[in-house]
């Protein structure tokens, strides 16, 4: 997978590897920001398309290509 920039991840999308229900397809809707500028983004909220309930996760974990996918199968 290529190297993901956290700045870069704003309405990019995602396919979870095992769906929970029927939770598959999600986009992430905001980049979470750090009170200081200085220090580095740590998570991101996504928003399952089917319900459209979002979740915040670590930015990072949407390298672990055992759960996520990205762009839509």
């Given at each position: 997978m290529n190297p993901l920039n956290p700045k870069k991840l704003l309405l990019t999308k995602?396919?979870?590897v095992m769906?929970?229900?029927k939770q598959k397809h999600f986009l992430v809707?905001?980049?979470i920001l750090p009170e200081?500028?200085?220090d580095p983004i740590e998570s991101v909220e996504i928003e399952s398309v089917f319900s459209k309930a979002t979740q915040v996760i670590a930015w990072r974990e949407l390298q672990n290509d055992s759960v996520w996918r990205q762009g839509c199968v």
């Open positions: 995602w396919t979870a769906p929970i229900a809707s905001r980049v200081l500028p200085t």
